[in-house]
């Protein structure tokens, strides 16, 4: 564990201390014994955390800065993948990766998000928030796998869209709609994941799918907590309290029976404390949707799409 | 100084009146600052007679200004939204639900039906922005996605006149969810060739931004509507810049492509009228 979050520090510590005396334990000395009572704590620990966690701690777990990104899944999941860049209009957005790939064999489209780790990257990515341009690019390759008829793999991870001057003047609004729009019409199957933040427009833009899934700690809601805070509590420091009020983590929207097919277990500690056994889980997930999928036709898959969606609505009259 | 003194002085006397203005029989313009008779802004269809400023209108007034005379039916008017999520910030939503019912005397931020436009059959969904700033949550979502499952069954146009602040944050993701839903049920209406105008007016925000209202074959805009992704607030707080002048409003859109035409309220009736006329080959 490289960052750690305020709630994962007492873990940390412990951890730190155990390979402390793994270095120090030679043929001499043995703290075998001590380090076994200490890695049973550390197990007992992470277990009352991580079976105890707000919303709000979700949320930043969710975040994570050490979480797998959509390349991150590309690397375990995926073989002969490669990428391809640009709406052919205005630019390339790398917050938003596309590309195409073989799972298990099979070609098939990857699309997603994509987050930096340093600085640097951080800001190559624009911290995954993609402009028109990112969801135009997605579009066009979404269009082009329906073209050669090969599945669609979507990875969500992003705080939303990006809010700037040029992003609206180019039609954020219109790119965004345009993909919900054109994505009820895919003629091939197109499975979803919420890996880290499903934040708002910004992720359904790639998430009308024929199965919606969401990682363990990922989070999913209109608006971010901090958001909506500032706006109902006018006060942005309010985001513990709105996001325990959007209810916005995996099982909270498991429980409304109709946004998504599976919530996919983590390794305990979280996803980022073990990326490979993470992308295992998950690959098993996309493997068993893929199968069904494989198995409609091109009528069906629109059809299912559509009443998945069609379903999403908790009335009275 | 002298003319320091000279320029202020006819100010003061027409604030004076402002204050003492009996309520509801003058209005001031919001642009303009005129104090205007009511009554004349009325009878102009809600726009300002001397600066062309066009105030935001009821959804039932709005009905009133395109369809035919009494061929208005409404649909789904006894569908209610439900706190399904117990959402509660300073309120509980259930409350707020309650308080706007009773404000508005409509059931939530969007009416739906069917009328007759210069005699061409078309559905249509208007939004209300005083019904909690026309937010989009699962009734909004359901009865526009029912509208224009009706005008696809009906074969047809279907008209959406757009005034929202957003998703409704209240029911979460399912409010979320409500822009695929309804752009899904678009693409079915384009697939089977059935026209489809949006009318953007003050404002429309966000989710409601982000799916229906910009999918129209036509987009239409009120002059000087505020119309974006991102609220203004949003962006300047994310790029800490201050935004261009006419940012976002219904010109700015129209200059970088993103809606057809601006269509002054006296005109819309007739606008959407020969809009439709020529689509349907009628
Ligand atoms: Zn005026």
């Known amino acids: 564990m490289k960052q750690f979050l305020d709630f994962e520090k007492p873990l940390a510590d412990l951890q730190a201390k155990i390979s402390e005396l793994k270095d120090f334990s030679t043929e001499r000395v043995d703290f075998t014994g001590d380090i076994k009572k200490l890695e049973k704590k550390a197990d007992k620990l992470r277990k009352d955390i991580f079976s105890n966690l707000s919303r709000w701690q979700r949320t930043q777990l969710a975040r994570h800065a050490d979480r797998p990104y959509t390349l991150d899944y590309v690397d375990h999941i995926f073989t002969d993948w490669f990428e391809v860049h640009g709406d052919r209009n205005f630019r390339d957005d790398p917050a938003l990766v596309c590309g195409f790939a073989r799972f298990d064999g099979q070609p098939c489209c990857v699309i997603g998000h994509q987050k930096g780790r340093n600085t640097k990257q951080k800001v190559h990515r624009n911290f995954g928030m993609p402009n028109p341009e990112g969801y135009r690019k997605a579009l066009r390759v979404m269009q082009m796998a329906e073209q050669f008829g090969l599945p669609i793999f979507t990875f969500v991870d992003t705080p939303g869209a990006f809010p700037g001057i040029g992003a609206e003047e180019r039609g954020q609004a219109e790119a965004i709609a345009r993909n919900l729009r054109e994505m009820a019409m895919l003629k091939v199957p197109v499975i979803v994941t919420v890996t880290g933040e499903g934040g708002s427009g910004g992720a359904l833009a790639i998430a009308v799918g024929n199965r919606v899934m969401m990682m363990e700690h990922s989070v999913y809601a209109v608006i971010s907590p901090e958001g909506c805070a500032a706006i109902l509590w006018s006060d942005g420091a309010k985001g513990p309290q709105a996001a325990e009020a959007l209810k916005l983590t995996a099982p909270d929207v498991d429980s409304l029976d109709c946004v998504i097919d599976d919530v996919i277990p983590e390794p305990l500690g979280g996803a980022h404390c073990d990326h490979k056994a993470a992308a295992a889980t998950l690959k098993s997930y996309l493997k068993k949707h893929l199968d069904e999928l494989m198995a409609m036709t091109a009528d069906e898959l629109i059809e299912q799409r559509y009443d998945r969606f069609r379903k999403m609505t908790r009335i009275s009259e | ?282």
């Open chain 2, 1 to 282: 100084m002298v003319w320091f003194k000279r320029k202020k002085a006819p100010v003061a006397p027409v604030e004076k009146k402002t204050v003492q203005m009996p309520e509801g029989v003058w209005t001031k313009c919001k642009n303009c600052q005129e104090i205007i008779y009511a009554k004349e802004i009325e009878r102009n269809l809600n726009v300002c007679p001397k600066c062309d400023y066009h105030f935001r209108v009821s959804a039932r007034e709005r009905i009133d200004l395109v369809l035919d005379e009494g061929s208005f039916v409404e649909m789904d008017a006894a569908v209610r939204s439900v706190d399904f999520l117990d959402f509660k910030d300073s309120k509980k939503y259930k409350d707020r639900i309650k308080a706007a019912v009773k404000k508005a005397g409509d059931g939530d931020a969007v009416i739906c039906g069917s009328g007759l436009l210069d005699g061409l059959p078309v559905m249509v969904a208007v939004f209300d922005f005083s019904f909690m700033g026309g937010s989009m949550g699962s009734v909004v979502g359901e009865k526009i996605t029912r509208a224009i499952e009706k005008g696809l069954e009906a074969k047809a146009p279907v008209i959406i006149f757009s005034s929202s602040g957003g998703a409704r944050m209240q029911e979460s993701i399912l409010s979320l969810m409500q822009m695929a839903k309804t752009s899904a049920a678009l693409a079915k209406l384009k697939a089977a060739g059935i026209p489809f105008v949006s009318v953007l007016t003050d404002p429309t925000t966000g989710g409601v931004t982000a799916s229906f209202a910009m999918l129209g074959d036509i987009n239409m805009a009120e002059p000087r509507a505020l119309i974006g992704f991102a609220g203004p607030r949003v962006i300047e707080q994310t790029i800490r810049q201050t935004l261009p002048e006419g940012f976002q409003r219904s010109e700015y859109l129209l200059e970088h492509g993103m809606v057809d035409m601006i269509v002054p309220r006296q005109e819309m009736k007739a606008r959407l009228s020969q809009v439709l006329r020529i689509f349907t080959k009628s």
